[in-house]
T-cell receptor
Framework: GAVVSQHPSRVICKSGTSVKIECRSL??????MFWYRQFPKKSLMLMAT?????????EQGVEKDKFLINHASLTLSTLTVTSAHPEDSSFYIC????????????FGSGTRLTVV | DQQVKQNSPSLSVQEGRISILNCDYT??????FLWYKKYPAEGPTFLIS?????DKNEDGRFTVFLNKSAKHLSLHIVPSQPGDSAVYFC????????????FGKGTKLTVNP
């Protein structure tokens, strides 16, 4: 149980276009989801916290107009990278906070974004 | 199919004793392993890592052991402190760590004073 599906797993887009990444909790409800950007080898940067039915909370230095987050339901959050540039190429990972007894976190499978 | 498994959702130890957190993986392509620590309301922070060319890596009170044949790694914390109470995530990556991280579900560690 407690599965988070992230889609797509890989995407290549042209510079200047927008890309949407979906994060779904398949068998549980998640009022809170988190979006991370992975940097080489170890660094995992929290970009924003997504709360169902309200605006996302962005971390300092993350452009909210560039990284649009929508959490329209208890099982779905989306991250849209707008006007993508090559420097946006990275892995993006979501996680969802489980509303079950352990209140733990489940991570998605990640999305590799390549902007050419 | 879970490629990284942390079978113990929680662990409780006494202050000063050793904490051992376990992690198993199934993908033989994984060659870089990391441990993250997470406090409530914060993002995971990197703790320690190990490459598959090693079987042990030590950093202060934290030691990670890797058993490649068993596809098993463990994090030892000695001595445990109340401030170590957090959720610990095991993660794995292929291509020397350049591929995406695959996370376990985490183990909640409670260190009792």
């Amino acid at each position: 149980g407690a599965v988070v599906s992230q889609h797509p797993s890989r995407v290549i887009c042209k510079s200047g276009t927008s890309v949407k990444i979906e994060c779904r909790s398949l068998d549980f409800q998640a009022t809170t989801m988190f979006w991370y950007r992975q940097f080489p080898k170890k660094s995992l940067m929290l970009m924003a916290t997504s709360n169902e039915g309200s605006k996302a909370t962005y971390e300092q230095g993350v452009e909210k107009d560039k990284f649009l987050i929508n959490h329209a339901s208890l099982t779905l959050s989306t991250l849209t990278v707008t006007s993508a540039h090559p420097e946006d190429s990275s892995f993006y990972i979501c996680s969802a906070r489980r509303l079950v007894e352990d209140y733990g976190y489940t991570f998605g499978s990640g999305t590799r974004l390549t902007v050419v | 199919d879970q490629q990284v498994k942390q079978n113990s959702p929680s662990l409780s130890v006494q202050e000063g004793r050793i904490s051992i957190l376990n992690c198993d993986y199934t993908n033989s392509m994984f060659d870089y392993f990391l441990w993250y620590k997470k406090y409530p309301a914060e993002g995971p922070t990197f703790l320690i890592s190990i490459s598959s060319i090693k079987d042990k890596n030590e950093d202060g009170r934290f030691t990670v052991f890797l058993n490649k044949s068993a596809k098993h790694l463990s994090l030892h914390i000695v001595p445990s402190q109340p401030g170590d109470s957090a959720v610990y995530f095991c993660a794995a990556s292929a291509q020397g760590g350049s591929e995406k991280l695959v996370f376990g579900k985490g183990t909640k560690l409670t260190v009792n004073p």
